[in-house]
């Protein structure tokens, strides 16, 4: 079985805007309360990420 | 290609969604990948206005029409009519139609539907061992 990517710990902080997360999932390496804003942030780090959204919580939606 | 799915914050073993790491392209512009939740359930793809900002895109003129939740409740979606691309593992795909909403829940501001990205590709959700199987036309 594959293993899930687990960012439960390091987004429970975060809750609301963006986050950039590492590549490799382990840390949180920049937030913004936009798109642009958390790029910008990234970019001024000199880091690369994928952005995730924040929220409160995740659970219980019907989409 | 495969995706383990995400474990996100939820109670207190967390939640676990289908989420993929997507690049936006739009003229000569992209952004870094973003998670985007791959959802069977939406007719369309939904993107927060966020993404039409963030690419300079006057959403606000845009055709805008209701949206429907599942619990029959509306929101406003501002109709995108051209293509744009998207980019999944480093391939490329041409999404035809979008809408924009200002009020997406938090947790889902980007999500690809069935019109057109489902028609581009063979989805198969493997929940049971945590893993997306997305393989591209």
Redesign the interface.
């Given at each position: 079985?594959?293993?899930?990517?687990?960012?439960?710990k390091i987004?429970?902080d975060h809750k609301?805007g963006w986050v950039?997360v590492s590549k490799d999932y382990k840390e949180v390496v920049a937030t913004g309360k936009?798109?642009?804003e958390v790029?910008e942030n990234?970019e001024k780090k000199g880091k690369?990420?994928?952005?995730?959204?924040?929220?409160?919580?995740?659970?219980?939606?019907?989409? | 290609m495969n995706f383990p799915y995400v474990k996100l914050p939820g109670d207190a073993s967390g939640v676990l969604k289908p989420y993929i790491p997507v690049r936006y392209h739009y003229k000569n512009s992209f952004t870094k990948e973003i998670l985007t939740l791959i959802d069977s359930g939406a007719d369309t793809s939904h993107f927060s206005t966020d993404l039409a900002n963030f690419f300079n895109i006057d959403w606000k003129k845009l055709k805008i029409q209701k949206s429907n939740a599942a619990n029959n409740s509306t929101f406003l979606a501002y109709v995108f009519e051209e293509p744009f691309t998207i980019e999944i593992g480093g391939h490329k795909l041409t999404i035809n139609r979008a809408n924009f909403s200002p009020d997406l829940a938090p947790p889902f501001p980007f999500i690809l539907g069935q019109d057109n990205f489902f028609d581009l590709c063979r989805i198969t959700f493997e929940r049971y061992k945590w893993n997306i199987d997305l393989n591209i036309k």
């Open positions: 079985m594959e293993q899930p990517i687990n960012l439960a987004l429970k609301s950039a936009t798109i642009k790029t990234l690369e990420g994928i952005l995730v959204p924040a929220a409160e919580n995740y659970q219980n939606f019907v989409t | -």
